[in-house]
């Protein structure tokens, strides 16, 4: 199946005339591959790889290495918990701990609503301002509780009113289209 090659075609021509290798559009097309498929599933890759005609491994080693792709589905949030040795020197272990029981979930887990996923990732360069949090590519720090439970509060209502700034695959088909 050619999800995103079919729900993409104009976009996917726009940002392949950007760059002199195609190869190079790999990161923007991942991007439209896993909103296409909720996640970097096997067959999001090989579309990927078969469009860009370079191996499904290449695709593979790039989704496992950058955290913005995700090889299961996740919520509508994903709330990316700095935890490495600096951050949890400034609390953020416990801040995890606080978050996940607050939300209901395990780590990598996602809330029965859908709108939340926690995950643990290494250094998001915010050492000075942790706890801190990376949410859709926008960090959140010095967070504690009280913090933590305005930013939910905050994220549920965008989400109930369907005003949200653009996403990255929003932006990705902006920048083709120009």
């Known amino acids: 199946m050619a999800l995103i090659a079919e729900k993409y075609a104009e976009e996917i021509e726009g940002i392949l005339k950007r760059f002199p290798d195609k190869k190079s559009a790999v990161l923007p097309l ?21 469009i860009l005609e370079i191996s499904p491994t290449h695709v593979l080693a790039l989704s496992g290495f950058y955290s913005l792709y995700y090889e299961e589905p996740v919520g509508k949030y994903v709330l990316e918990i700095c935890n490495d040795l600096a951050c949890a020197l400034r609390g953020a272990d416990e801040f ?10 395990p780590v990598d887990g996602t809330t029965a609503d859908g709108l939340f996923t926690v995950k643990t990732v290494m250094c998001l360069g915010a050492c000075d301002r942790a706890p801190m949090l990376q949410c859709n590519l926008k960090f959140e720090e010095h967070l504690d509780e009280e ?4 930013l939910i509060a905050r994220l549920r209502a965008e ?4 005003k949200e700034e ?11 289209k120009s």
């Open 30 to 50: 991942m991007h439209l591959a896993q909103q296409a498929y909720g996640h970097m599933s096997r067959e999001a890759m090989q579309e990927v790889a078969d």
């Open 159 to 162: 989400a109930e009113s369907g």
């Open 147 to 150: 913090k933590f439970d305005q």
């Open 96 to 105: 995890v701990e606080m978050v996940c029981h607050k939300l209901g979930v």
């Open 166 to 176: 653009p996403s990255v695959v929003e932006k990705i088909m902006a920048y083709a």
